[in-house]
């Protein structure tokens, strides 16, 4: 089928090409990956300390079939296979540093205008997820925390290219590493996603600016359509129901949290998705945890939620607020009934 999930792990794994072209790369772990200008296919660097794990450093794979090119623009290293693109770009904010308003919300402007270009120069304007990373994100620059900066900066990019910035969003994450560049990655395609919401916490673009003075432009989730398939994309979701965090320092009242967010999040998929329902055992999932000495508790306690067998990577990073502990995002593919096509209605 069309788009295929290769877990992380420290090494390529053999025969990849048999199940198509790398399109989605990762690299996950805080020591420069060995090779990682070896491969052809776009990578982002995810630097963060890889926990629980027996290695330094895992590579994430997602091969697609179809017709495959590359390049770079605006230093915007992608692939395309077939209908999907996936990209990465790095910025330094010192090159951002001059203007009137702060480095990281000039950069954060300049990648997703730079992304945007690149989608509607290649004729498939539709952001389906974005992968965002940030030196210090919960730290106060220039009077404004510096998550709040890069806000601004991706509402602004959306609004210059008539993105609209509430309804259709991206999935997306947002996370905080210890320094290093912005790094945004994004995966695209020529129809849009069904963006997912989650009755259970206000949609993050109508957060009341007492979270910052322009709302983060995401969804909680995403269903998108490669050929023949159902691809669920799951956003960076945590303890929050409403606007407010919930379980102020407690870290395992804030996983079920979260991990029941994640589930609400998969019951409006299995509502509006086309293929058989998705359930929580089958995602591969990522965690991100901000303090490294939590990591056994939360892969225990994941593992006794979704089965010894689940893919979960384990990251030690900043969560987007600096209440917040935890952060998980997970994704899910799925073959769509044979002879079914995108104009079919969904279910419910
Ligand atoms: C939250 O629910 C947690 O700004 O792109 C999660 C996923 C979060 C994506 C983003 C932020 C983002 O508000 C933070």
């Given at each position: 089928?069309?788009?295929?999930?290769?877990?992380?792990?420290?090494?390529?794994p053999a025969?990849?090409?048999?199940s198509?072209?790398?399109?989605?790369?990762?690299?996950?772990?805080?020591?420069?990956?060995?090779?990682?200008?070896?491969?052809?296919?776009p990578?982002?660097w995810v630097a963060?300390?890889?926990?629980?794990?027996?290695?330094?450093?895992?590579?994430?794979?997602?091969?697609?079939?179809?017709?495959?090119?590359?390049?770079s623009?605006?230093?915007?290293?992608?692939r395309?296979v077939?209908?999907?693109?996936?990209?990465?770009?790095?910025?330094?904010?010192?090159?951002?540093?001059?203007g009137?308003?702060?480095?990281?919300?000039?950069?954060?402007?300049?990648?997703?205008?730079?992304?945007?270009?690149?989608?509607?120069?290649?004729g498939?304007p539709?952001?389906w997820?974005?992968?965002?990373?940030?030196?210090?994100?919960n730290?106060?620059?220039?009077?404004?925390?510096?998550?709040?900066?890069?806000n601004?900066?991706?509402?602004?990019?959306?609004l210059?290219?008539?993105?609209?910035?509430?309804?259709?969003?991206?999935?997306?994450?947002?996370?905080?590493?210890?320094?290093?560049?912005?790094?945004?990655?994004?995966l695209a395609g020529?129809m849009?996603?069904?963006?997912?919401?989650n009755?259970?916490?206000?949609?993050?673009?109508?957060?009341?600016?007492?979270?910052?003075?322009?709302?983060?432009?995401?969804?909680?989730?995403?269903?998108?359509?490669?050929?023949?398939?159902?691809?669920?994309?799951v956003?960076?979701?945590?303890?929050?129901?409403?606007?407010?965090?919930?379980?102020?320092?407690?870290?395992?009242a804030?996983?079920?949290?979260?991990?029941?967010?994640?589930?609400?999040?998969?019951?409006?998929?299995n509502?509006?998705?086309r293929s058989?329902?998705?359930?929580?055992?089958?995602?591969?999932?990522?965690?991100?945890?901000?303090?490294?000495?939590?990591?056994?508790?939360?892969?225990?306690?994941?593992r006794?939620?979704l089965?010894p067998?689940?893919?979960?990577t384990?990251?030690?990073?900043?969560?987007?607020?600096?209440?917040?502990?935890?952060?998980?995002?997970?994704?899910g593919?799925?073959?769509?009934?044979?002879?079914?096509?995108?104009?079919?209605?969904?279910?419910?």
């Amino acid at each position: 089928m069309s788009l295929k999930f290769h877990r992380p792990s420290p090494r390529i794994p053999a025969g990849l090409q048999d199940s198509g072209v790398p399109l989605v790369g990762a690299c996950l772990g805080s020591s420069a990956p060995a090779g990682l200008s070896d491969i052809s296919w776009p990578e982002q660097w995810v630097a963060a300390p890889l926990l629980e794990s027996a290695h330094d450093g895992l590579r994430e794979v997602w091969t697609a079939t179809g017709e495959s090119t590359q390049g770079s623009q605006e230093g915007i290293q992608w692939r395309r296979v077939g209908h999907m693109l996936y990209g990465v770009l790095t910025l330094e904010e010192a090159d951002f540093a001059q203007g009137q308003v702060t480095a990281l919300q000039a950069a954060s402007e300049s990648a997703y205008q730079r992304i945007f270009r690149l989608l509607e120069a290649q004729g498939l304007p539709h952001l389906w997820r974005a992968w965002n990373y940030m030196a210090r994100i919960n730290a106060e620059e220039a009077g404004l925390e510096r998550y709040r900066q890069f806000n601004i900066g991706r509402q602004d990019a959306f609004l210059a290219h008539h993105r609209g910035v509430t309804g259709n969003m991206p999935a997306a994450c947002a996370i905080g590493l210890a320094d290093g560049p912005l790094s945004v990655a994004f995966l695209a395609g020529p129809m849009a996603a069904v963006p997912l919401e989650n009755p259970r916490q206000i949609s993050a673009y109508n957060y009341p600016e007492t979270y910052g003075p322009r709302a983060p432009c995401f969804s909680r989730g995403a269903l998108a359509y490669p050929p023949g398939q159902e691809l669920l994309l799951v956003s960076g979701t945590a303890s929050i129901l409403g606007h407010s965090t919930v379980h102020h320092e407690d870290l395992l009242a804030q996983c079920r949290e979260t991990l029941a967010n994640i589930g609400a999040v998969l019951e409006e998929a299995n509502r509006r998705g086309r293929s058989a329902p998705f359930a929580l055992g089958e995602l591969a999932y990522r965690a991100y945890i901000r303090l490294a000495e939590d990591g056994p508790e939360v892969l225990a306690w994941l593992r006794e939620q979704l089965g010894p067998e689940v893919d979960i990577t384990c990251l030690q990073a900043d969560v987007c607020r600096a209440d917040l502990l935890v952060e998980i995002e997970a994704m899910g593919i799925h073959d769509l009934p044979a002879g079914t096509s995108r104009s079919e209605s969904s279910r419910g």
